[in-house]
């Protein structure tokens, strides 16, 4: 069975980093399409990050680019979320998720529709 598996999430200070990692199980990512969402508390889950992982091509939220980056691991089919100066706005519950279509990172979509296989969540949480 495909599963995701999110890991990396803390309590940390504004301006400090996390990395957030989401490994696939059940199945290789191959060349699927992979975002990172977040959901605070009473809003839309909202997407910040996508990966195509056949080219390494990424596009991000206007919210979190210059901050983020998104990366993938072949060898260990993990896909990363380096988070930089972390501010209390990114407070939120972080999810991986896989567009098994690709579809989304064609037409750089962050729209969570768009993909169909979900992890569990890791959450993340910044000081002010």
């Known amino acids: 069975q495909v599963r995701l598996l999110e890991s990396g999430g803390g309590s940390v200070q504004a301006g400090r980093s996390l990395r957030l990692a989401c490994a696939a199980s059940?199945?290789?990512?191959?060349?699927?399409?992979v975002g990172w969402f977040r959901q605070a508390p009473g809003k839309e889950r909202e997407g910040v990050a996508g990966?195509?992982?056949?080219?390494?091509?990424?596009f991000y939220a206007s919210s979190v680019k210059g901050r983020f980056t998104i990366s993938y691991d072949d060898d260990q089919s993990i896909v990363y979320l380096r988070m930089n100066n972390l501010k209390p706005e990114d407070t939120a519950m972080y999810y991986c998720?896989?567009?098994?279509?690709?579809?989304?990172?064609?037409?750089?979509?962050?729209?969570?529709?768009?993909?169909?296989?979900w992890g569990q969540g890791t959450q993340v949480t910044v000081a002010s």
């Open positions: 998720a896989a567009d098994t279509a690709a579809k989304a990172c064609y037409d750089e979509d962050l729209s969570a529709a768009e993909y169909d296989r």
């Open positions: 059940g199945y290789t990512y191959r060349s699927y399409c």
């Open positions: 990966i195509y992982t056949g080219t390494d091509s990424t």
